[in-house]
């Protein structure tokens, strides 16, 4: 069974900083797919970025990217320029190939100071 | 507008008492997916479905039973025999049915037990 871990139950960076948020996964899969979703209070949950495991180019989506490292089986998410309303709960995932569902992280509260 | 309904936003449930929850997309999406979330976690895949009249065990299904009679409709029910029912249930949806395709969430519904 896959596992994706998130090390760091909370985060806090100053409004304008750089932000990275760890993710680590266990797959004995060749074909996955990796996401960061975001959710806000609101309690929505809204994707922030993917990665598909056979490209090796990472992901970049505006002011966020992921550094996706297939050996280490390491995912992580650098926010630049943080603004407020990226104050969020972040959650990683995982996609296997087919029509499973995804697999969290137990996910990191991404706090910004102003 | 399209999207993902879930429906009630709150929902309260006595001792021994089934309860349904709703999930309407009119995205024409293939797969629907069923997940609870815990305070302080991720999310975990209770069941899902890839196509109509099917539908297949997640990783908590126990005490849970959903249907698929049409291809936009989801409904989970919570049954008396889901003991710990008291949870936050985020209902998504997927275009295809391969693991690169993005799912998609509703806002949920907040199951309270009196």
């Known amino acids: 069974a896959q596992t994706v871990t998130q090390s760091q139950p909370e985060m806090s960076v100053q409004e304008a900083e750089t932000v990275t948020l760890s993710c680590t996964y266990d797959?004995?899969?060749?074909?996955?797919?990796l996401f960061w979703y975001k959710q806000p209070p609101s309690r929505q949950m809204i994707l922030v970025i993917r990665?598909?495991?056979?490209?090796?180019q990472n992901a970049t989506e505006n002011r966020f990217s992921v550094n996706f490292q297939k050996a280490a089986k390491s995912f992580s998410l650098k926010i630049s320029d943080s603004q407020l309303g990226d104050a969020a709960m972040y959650f990683c995932a995982y996609a296997g190939g087919g029509a499973d569902g995804l697999t969290f992280g137990k996910g990191t509260h991404l706090i910004i100071q102003p | 507008d399209g999207g993902i309904t879930q429906s009630p936003k709150y929902l309260f449930r006595k001792e021994g008492q089934n309860v349904t929850l709703s999930c309407e997309q009119n995205?024409?999406?293939?797969?629907m997916y069923w997940y609870r979330q815990d305070p302080g976690q991720g999310l975990r895949l209770i069941y899902y479905?890839?196509?109509?009249?099917?539908?297949q065990k997640g990783d908590i299904a126990e005490g849970y039973s959903v249907s698929r009679e049409k291809k936009e409709s989801f409904p989970l029910t919570v049954t008396s025999a889901q003991k710990n029912p008291t949870a936050f249930y985020l209902c998504?949806?997927?275009?295809?049915?391969?693991?690169?395709?993005?799912?998609?969430f509703g806002p949920g519904t907040r199951l309270l037990v009196l």
């Open positions: 479905s890839q196509i109509v009249n099917d539908f």
């Open positions: 995205l024409n999406h293939d797969a």
């Open positions: 990665q598909e495991a056979y490209k090796q």
């Open positions: 998504a949806s997927k275009r295809g049915l391969g693991g690169q395709e993005t799912q998609y």
């Open positions: 797959t004995s899969e060749s074909d996955y797919y």
